[in-house]
């Protein structure tokens, strides 16, 4: 071992040593928010926060299913009691009454300074007389049981009128006391979770004692559990996460050491092709976790493909280093195609690291900083390492028939042209864009969950809100008056047919000036008793009989007003949570509407109020990721010039440079055609995916043109190449197999573009040029 | 005296059991029947009782109409699980199922499983007690769900063969009603 390689070997195991100290501190996140985009407007920023912490995104959806209904509401109601008992959760609703009481309770206590209906006149004679009357008739109707209890305290039915109100548009049907969906078929419960949606951790301790809540709830029967809701997602995307990355790590790495111990016949040799690898991924995860302070799980599972790219520079010395000659001769030899390669992979990984999806600029980081120490490993620490007159025994057998190949693959040249015709064809005509304009193109949930969403939300009365009143106001009790405005014009808005309904926050804590307002219109008592008595005048009732009432209107004008926390611990209190919240130093109320049917007329009606805006969700989403869209194509043809301008500065010559590229540009189009056959509208991760198609295929046709004197040399170039396709298409191969959207979405790509890049370049190659 | 008092009764428990469940399968038989109600109701809130009347039909298994004419027109009709409200002078309809409102439930399902010979429906809101035999028997339904118990300490059922002639309801309050139903002259 010379001088120098004692200092590289040195320097290298010093690195090392930093990278796992580094490592060893590193905070590792798998939650979703990295997938979201860095939201640039406040407006999106609050839908974002709301995304990873809102009231909303805690919410648990529960169902029960698969045995008679009595016993799916037994079920129900053991597991309701068992959830509530745990303290994890701040509300489980599975439809029976002991959840409303305490609403019931506040509703009347406070009804006359929520009901809106509170105004002089309805306490007035007249008013009062009107009221009577009504109450009479309700007496003798056969629902009269259901006022007659109250009626003496609440003459007016402000308590019924308040709880029709105020209850959710949708409920599900009530059936042996709990919830059901409308077949019958499953038994409901809503359950929001005291942790935000951010923290998984406390999310899957939630969702597990839901699990074993249920299996004693159910104990032996034959029930089943279904769970859905935003936190579920989060959970069940880091579960997938986690075992796709361990299975296909692991999978990948027995495939490709597998095909690799076969080649060599040495394990040592096998073990020294892993080090770049393994440098490269310690490096790759200590970069990102220095310049973002934690690593992504879906950036470690990338992992993955990192091997598939790394492992190829082993390969590339092992397998042609002829028999006999010096590792570093060799090495010597092909560095500056080698070099050339990674640096075009690297223009490629670069558009990653500028892309605004926190999850994928540390993909870009993970990747350009593994292939470099995976290079810098392979030229200064493998050499010394390999042992003396290694070479692969395998490869001088594999030259012939290999070579006979690539001499024989330009004759498909015909066909390769009728197969980009027809791809240029499909793309062009097919009816739908090629590329996705939706966010739900990346939304990292798979479709079978996202439909059980839907279903269980549809049970539950609970729809995806599409269009949202958001108001901004400095403090509570200014947000509060604002929504109170909103809400009149709204309800305008209904009564000429533009929405159908809507929810706000003022419904369930007015404001205090309304309170206050609500208050002073409350007769003193003597002036009551006096009006009930003109109002009673003709009606069967008794003298004293509302005395009740009385007293009930007395109280609630000295009443203290009504607070944020007297609802605490009821459901009225968490849909205020959700609809009215603390944004920085300020106050942020939501108004979800319902049945929007004329979206630009409420805009306009909303237009005079200051600090109300109307939110369109699916179209702010959707914009917001059109943008990161056209950012990110900009960027990939920016890292494709950047590699045009590197290949011509490396090659100086532009027909080469033609040579190199024409393969990877023709896979690039085939690799489309190919996706969009299958019905896929491409996403961002699938141009990532072509991005680094164009990155690792560029290794390959580098390889074909190079120059090379012997036959027997260039026939050890191709089959290096051969193997180093193989690893890589392996490997995304793997990966197109996962359960995460993006995972897939690339390695469907990638894995496709490499053997494609791979077939074209020897169909392209320059046969002439090279012809022994 | 005791010993004698539950020997006594555990002898006439069969027969009594027996009685009642002869006497719902006898109901059960009913297709359909059709009847005129006055119901008088004695409010504590009111100095006078308050008095509607109108027509009221069934039919098996499980459907129950209840139109009111007088003072105003209103029906309730129960079909299977779904509760319909319709107050006629003013054209409003509201429809939920009857398991929403327990209370509302236990009232109607008194009548309607009492029509229909359903024992079981029954049972499961009241305690049932027969008493009379013939032509003049008499359910007494004592009411076993807590929310049920805040509204009504007992609803009595008599009728003479097939037909149920009155249902009176001594409510939690203090309010009686009574409701009387005569077979419509066909």
């Known amino acids: 071992m010379t001088r120098a390689a004692r200092w590289a070997l040195g320097a290298w195991l010093a690195l090392l040593v930093a990278c796992g100290l580094v490592v060893a501190r590193t905070p590792f996140t798998t939650d979703l928010s990295a997938f979201l985009p860095r939201s640039p407007s406040p407006v999106q920023e609050l839908l974002v926060e709301q995304l990873r912490d809102g009231v909303a995104s805690r919410l648990m959806l529960i169902g029960i299913e698969g045995a008679p209904p009595e016993r799916l509401a037994e079920a129900s109601k053991r597991l309701a009691a068992a959830l509530r008992a745990s303290g994890v959760f701040a509300s489980v609703n599975n439809g029976e009454e002991a959840g409303f009481e305490t609403d019931r309770e506040v509703l009347w206590r406070y009804r006359y300074l929520l009901s809106p209906a509170v105004r002089p006149e309805r306490f007035s004679a007249q008013g009062l007389h009107a009221s009577l009357t009504e109450l009479l008739g309700q007496l003798a109707s056969s629902a009269g049981v259901l006022v007659q209890r109250m009626a003496s305290a609440d003459p007016s039915g402000e308590l019924l009128s308040l709880a029709e109100r105020l209850a959710p548009q949708a409920r599900p049907r009530t059936q042996a006391g709990v919830w059901f969906s409308k077949d019958g078929a499953r038994a409901l419960l809503v359950a929001q979770t005291l942790a935000p949606a951010s923290d998984i951790d406390a999310q899957q301790r939630a969702l597990s004692l839901v699990r074993t809540a249920f299996a004693e709830a159910a104990a032996g029967g034959e029930a089943k559990l279904v769970v859905t809701g935003p936190a579920v997602f989060s959970v069940a995307s880091r579960e997938h996460v986690r075992e796709d990355a361990w299975r296909l790590s692991l999978i990948g790495s027995v495939l490709i050491a597998g095909l690799l111990i076969a080649l060599y016949r040495s394990p040592r040799v096998l073990g020294l092709g892993l080090l770049p690898v393994a440098s490269g991924a310690l490096a790759g995860i200590a970069a990102v976790s220095l310049a973002f302070g934690s690593v992504h799980g879906i950036t470690i599972a990338f992992g993955v493909t990192l091997i598939g790219e790394a492992v190829d520079y082993a390969i590339y010395l092992f397998t042609q280093n002829a028999p006999g000659a010096a590792p570093e001769s060799t090495f010597a030899r092909i560095w500056p195609t080698l070099r050339l390669g990674m640096l075009t992979s690297i223009c490629g990984f670069s558009a990653m690291l500028l892309s605004n999806f926190t999850g994928l600029a540390q993909l870009g980081l993970f990747s350009t900083a593994g292939l470099l120490v995976a290079a810098a490993v392979t030229r200064w620490i493998l050499p010394s390492l390999v042992p003396r007159g290694f070479s692969v025994a395998a490869v001088a057998a594999l030259v012939p028939g290999t070579l006979a190949a690539v001499r024989a693959a330009p004759r498909l040249r015909g066909a390769l042209l009728v197969v980009l015709a027809t791809a240029v064809v499909f793309l062009v005509a097919r009816p739908q864009p090629l590329w996705s304009s939706s966010l739900a193109s990346v939304n990292p949930v798979s479709a079978a969950e996202q439909a059980l969403d839907r279903q269980l939300r549809e049970d539950v009365g609970a729809p995806d809100v599409s269009y949202l009143v958001v108001i901004g106001a400095p403090d509570q009790e200014a947000a509060l008056q604002a929504s109170e405005r909103a809400a009149a014009a709204l309800r305008e808005g209904v009564s000429r047919g533009w929405l159908q309904g809507f929810d706000h926050p003022a419904a369930y804590l007015p404001s205090l000036a309304t309170q206050r307002a609500r208050q002073q219109a409350l007769p003193p008592a003597e002036v009551l008793r006096a009006n009930l008595q003109a109002a009673q005048k003709g009606l069967p009732f008794r003298p004293a009989a509302f005395e009740p009432f009385v007293r009930d209107v007395a109280a609630a004008a000295e009443l203290p007003l009504l607070e944020r926390s007297s609802l605490q611990g009821t459901s009225l209190g968490l849909r205020l949570d959700a609809l009215l919240v603390r944004r920085g130093s300020g106050w942020a109320a939501m108004l979800p509407l319902r049945g929007v049917g004329d979206a630009d007329a409420i805009a306009a009606r909303l237009a005079d109020l200051p600090g109300v805006t109307l939110l369109d969700l699916k179209r702010q989403f959707d914009e917001l990721y059109r943008g990161y869209l056209r950012e990110a194509v900009l960027h990939s043809l920016l890292g494709a010039a950047a590699i045009a301008l590197l290949l011509f500065l490396a090659l100086r010559s532009p027909r080469r440079v033609l040579d190199v590229a024409a393969p990877l540009a023709a896979a690039a189009l085939a690799t489309c055609g190919v996706l969009a056959l299958g019905g896929v509208q491409l996403s961002i991760f699938h141009l990532i995916g072509l991005v680094l198609v164009v990155a690792v295929g560029s290794n390959y046709s580098l390889f074909f043109d190079r120059q090379a004197p012997a036959s027997q040399e260039r026939g050890r170039t191709v089959v290096s190449v051969l193997f180093a396709a193989l690893t890589t298409v392996i490997g995304f191969g793997l990966l197109a197999t996962s359960k995460v959207p993006v995972l897939s979405a690339i390695g469907t790509t990638v894995g496709l573009g490499a053997a494609m890049a791979l077939a074209f370049s020897a169909i392209m190659s320059r046969q002439d040029a090279h012809a022994a | ?186």
């Open chain 2, 1 to 186: 005296m005791v010993r004698i008092a539950l020997v006594l009764m555990a002898f006439a428990l069969p027969a009594h059991a027996d009685a009642l469940e002869d006497l719902m399968l006898r109901l059960a038989q009913v297709k359909s029947a059709r009847g005129k109600f006055v119901e008088r109701k004695e409010l504590a809130m009111l100095n006078a009782p308050l008095e509607s009347s109108g027509t009221l039909v069934y039919a098996k298994p499980g459907r129950l109409e209840k139109h009111m004419l007088e003072p105003r027109r209103e029906s309730m009709i129960l079909d299977g699980d779904t509760l319909t409200l319709e107050d006629k002078d003013r054209g409003q309809v509201r429809s939920f199922a009857v398991q929403e409102n327990p209370v509302l439930w236990g009232f109607v399902e008194s009548i309607r499983s009492t029509l229909s010979g359903d024992l079981a429906t029954l049972k499961r809101f009241y305690e049932v007690r027969l008493e009379g035999a013939g032509a003049d028997w008499h359910l007494r339904l004592r009411p076993t769900d807590r929310r049920m118990q805040k509204a009504a300490k007992e609803i009595r059922v008599s009728g003479s063969g097939t037909w149920v002639s009155t249902i009176e309801i001594d409510e939690a309050g203090g309010d009686h009603s009574v409701m009387t139903i005569r077979r419509e002259a066909p």
